[in-house]
C-alpha cells in the first residue's frame, strides 16, 4: 500500500501551467528525489503534498485516504516539511525549533506535555531536563543581554525579577567563588558544581544545588 499516491495532478499560477498530468506513489520506507530547474514546480509540489496550495485537476491521497479529507491536526501528524530555508521571526533555541514539529499534540492552551519534551530530548540526544533548561536559559540571556551581563552586571535584586530563584542564587554563588569547573576529557563529561554552605575547606559539597 502506498502512503503516497498522486493522480493525474495539475497546478496553474495565474495562466502559467507549473504541473500537468503528475502521476507518482510513494511506498512505505522507501524516499523519492525530485530534481529539477528553478522554476520547475518541485517547491509547488510540496505545497500541494501538505496541502497549503489546492491542485487545478488531479488527486493526492496519503493512506490511501483522500488529502482534502484529513483535518488540518490530523494531516500535521501525517505529513511534515523541512524547508530549504528557514528565517525565525524571534530567536528560538535549537529546542524549540525541533518541538515545533509537536506543535499538533500540544494540549488546548498551546503548551507541550512532558512526554512531548521526552520525546524532543530523545531526537536531540539529550537528558530530558535539558530542553526546559535550554528553553530557560534562552529567555533568561535574550532578557538580561548576555552571558556576561546575567553573571557579573546585574544586580541580584534587578535579575529576581527574570530568572528563578536557583538561578539567581547560583549566579551569587559563582560571583563567590563557589562554583568548581571540571573539565572533561577522553570521552568523559565535564561537571560544573555549585559548592554548598557546609562545604568549609573547599571540598565540592555531597547534596549539589539544581539550577533548574
Known sequence: MSIIKVSNLSFVYSEAEILRDLSFEVEPQSFLTVAGPNGAGKSTLLNLLCRTLKPKSGSIRIDSAAIESYSTATLARKVAVVRQEFIPVFGFCVAEVVLMARTQYFDAF???????????????????????????????????????????????????????????????????????????????????????KQDQEGMIATEQMSLF
Open 110 to 196: 498551546g503548551f507541550e506535555s512532558k512526554a512531548d519534551r521526552e520525546i524532543i530530548a530523545e531526537a536531540l540526544g539529550v537528558a530530558p531536563g535539558a530542553v526546559s533548561v535550554e528553553r530557560e536559559y534562552m529567555r533568561i540571556v535574550q532578557t538580561c543581554g548576555s552571558e556576561f551581563d546575567v553573571l557579573m552586571e546585574w544586580s541580584l535584586e534587578d535579575l529576581m525579577r527574570y530568572a528563578p530563584r536557583n538561578v539567581v542564587e547560583g549566579v551569587r554563588r559563582v560571583r563567590e567563588g563557589k562554583v568548581q569547573i571540571v573539565p572533561g576529557h577522553d570521552g568523559v563529561f565535564g561537571k560544573i558544581s555549585i559548592v554548598g
